[in-house]
């Protein structure tokens, strides 16, 4: 159970999640809603979403799993019609949807003379447009939909705020992911631009840059199969100044600052790093 302090402004608000059911908003949706929040959870897939429903209710909170394709305008135009039919417009949109492609990743972190000649190499000249294609239109594309379509139902109303999801990645590129630090950079960048075009339509637009958490999605880049950390895992910890990997709740301070218009009513435009110190460290 969570011990932050509860935030009277965000009872009531109807927040929509993208990517709701996966392992960093999962915590998100929890958290709101036991701040008294209204949560619709957008996930690819349905029975994820169900499940967090499920918990969400079983503690006395209000929660409606919608299966979505933020990729899809027609889909998610279906899913905000689903929102607004029962609960009203949007008042803050978490874009979490995203992801990489492991087709879009290098095998090394630099190439080296031959690297383009070993099939057991996934090199810079080996990378899948396809893939890199999809990483970008899943985490950049996959935000732009969304807030297009949720942001519009948002005007007018008080308090509006869209809070987008980025990666420490977008500032300091890491290495073996091109594709997925290239689409965390044009986060922070539309991050900004959607602030000031939004500003006098009231709608604040910020965004969270978390540093390295566990999650499906690089446990593998980070564990090996015996439990023990990789050698990339040794150089995150020793570059990051708290010693440590986040953990999901370590978001929601900051999210819950940002959500809350009477905390952070004259802040748009900014991404914030949660990252235990990593970007500050300059290694030495």
Known sequence: MSNLAIHPALAGKVVVITGGAGV?????????????????????TLEKGEALQAEIEGAGGQAYAIACDVTDKNSVAKAAN???????????L??????????????????EPGDLDNPDIHSFFDLSVPGFRQVLDLNLIGTLIPTQIFAA??????????????SMSAESSLTKIPAYSAAKAGINNFTSWLAVHLADAGIRVNA????????????????????E???RSQKIIAHTPMRRFG?????LGTLLWLADEETS????????????GFMAYSGV
């Not at 978490?94 to 190439?111: L, Q, R, V």
């Not at 139902?153 to 980025?166: E, K, P, Y």
């Not at 969270?208 to 566990?214: E, K």
Request: hydrophobic share 40%; with cysteine.
């Open 24 to 44: 960093l908003c999962r915590a998100m949706a929890l958290e709101l809603a036991r701040q008294g929040a209204k949560v619709a959870i957008l996930n690819r």
């Open 82 to 92: 689903e929102v607004e039919q029962r609960w009203g417009p949007c008042d803050l």
């Open 94 to 111: 978490i874009n979490g949807a995203g992801g990489n492609d492991a087709s879009a990743n290098t095998t090394k972190e630099s190439y």
């Open 153 to 166: 139902q948002m005007l007018g109303r008080q308090g509006a705020a869209v809070i987008n999801i980025s």
């Open 208 to 227: 969270i840059a978390p540093g390295f958490f566990l999650t499906k999605q690089n446990e593998k880049l980070l564990i090996r199969e015996d439990g």
């Open 229 to 231: 950390l990789t050698e």
């Open 247 to 251: 953990q999901p709740e370590d978001l």
């Open 265 to 276: 009513g004259f802040i748009t435009g900014i991404t914030v790093p949660v990252d235990g």
